[in-house]
């Protein structure tokens, strides 16, 4: 195995699979590190109806198999191993892994970010199947349906505001008796006639058959047990960048995300960042693969001067 390439991509979903197109297409040696399956997080959702391009949608697993085949087709080499952390020693940047080192000159990160999951029975078989972690991406297959939303924070009241405009009824379930979230935020939701709130609530167990069905509930602070018939989950509490095995390498915001120039450049020279995990991102699969194309082109200057 080469062990010496001009570029190493770690992270094989969109950000790192458009990276990894440029960079081969480029002409630059090029090694992409997935520690799972090609595609990151977009592979998990069972339509996609905003990439642009698929008229009728495609499947996320089929986006990540595409983008990877367009990449190895201009020479993008692949390996499966989990990058456990970057030594930046001089010119030579060294990226250390489960499978060895391996020594480059430019670094392109790209190792997105994961949802907190609730953790409850039911939530892993029935991921894209009516439970979401992105509202933007998946309010449309709710209409006129009733959806809950777990969480109280930012990020599930403007969930819960965004998918008011689909669903018949959004029902946010949140395990404390007030929200976290923005009074801005808080005043709307508490005034928009769709979204209802139950409080002090936790979700215990997610049923159906091939889809969500119900929700089976528990009041913390009564201790009764309820269910609740909904179509669609949303769960919104809180996202973790994968930045563990970059601490003490590079600085990062108070929630671990990586702050970057409009050409994807960190701090260090060389080392470029790109999709979920930079700070500020849209956090969608089109802007993921955009912000790859860009640190693959700065990328490609850096190592030509
Ligand atoms: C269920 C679901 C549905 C979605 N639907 C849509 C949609 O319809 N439209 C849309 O635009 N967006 C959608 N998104 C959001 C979209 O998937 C993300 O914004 C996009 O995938 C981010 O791309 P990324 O390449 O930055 O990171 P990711 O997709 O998170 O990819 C990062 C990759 O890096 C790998 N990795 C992490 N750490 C390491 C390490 N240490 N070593 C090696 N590899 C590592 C991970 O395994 C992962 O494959 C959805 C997300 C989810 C979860």
């Not at 201009?74 to 060895?100: C, D, R």
């Not at 979401?132 to 969930?159: L, M, N, R």
């Amino acid at each position: 195995m080469n062990r010496e390439y001009e570029i190493v991509i770690i992270g094989g979903g969109p950000a790192g699979l458009s990276a990894g197109l440029y960079t081969s297409r480029a002409r630059l040696s090029s090694l992409l590190i997935e520690r799972g399956v090609v595609g990151g997080q977009i592979a998990d959702a069972e339509l996609v109806e905003n990439y642009p391009g698929f008229v009728e949608g495609i499947s996320g697993f089929e986006i990540g198999q595409l983008m990877h085949q367009q990449a190895t087709k201009y020479g993008l080499n692949t390996i499966i191993a989990e990058v456990t952390g970057l030594e930046l020693k001089e010119e030579t940047k060294v990226v250390k892994t489960t499978e060895g080192n391996f020594t480059t000159k430019a670094v392109i990160i790209a190792s997105g970010s994961e949802r907190h999951k609730l953790g409850t029975p039911g939530e892993e078989k029935f991921t894209g199947k009516g439970i979401s972690y992105c509202a933007t991406c998946d309010a449309p297959f709710f209409k006129e349906k009733p959806v809950a939303v777990v969480g109280g924070g930012d990020a599930a009241i403007t969930e819960a505001l965004h998918l008011t405009k689909f669903a018949s009824r959004v029902i946010v379930i949140h395990r404390r008796d007030q929200l976290r979230a923005s009074r801005i935020l808080q005043e709307k939701a508490l005034d928009e006639p769709k979204i209802e709130f139950l409080w002090n609530t936790v979700v215990e167990e997610i049923e159906g058959k091939d889809k969500v069905k119900r929700l089976r509930l528990r009041q913390v602070v009564t201790g009764e047990k309820s269910t609740l018939e909904v179509s669609g989950v949303f769960i919104a509490i809180g996202l973790k960048p994968n930045t563990d095995y970059l601490k003490g390498v590079l600085s990062l915001d108070k929630a671990g995300y990586i702050i970057t120039n409009e050409k994807m450049e960190t701090e260090i020279p060389g080392i470029f960042a790109t999709g979920d995990i930079r700070l500020n991102s849209a956090r969608q699969a089109i802007t993921a693969a955009g912000d790859g194309a860009t640190a693959a082109i700065y990328a490609e200057k850096f190592i030509s001067q």
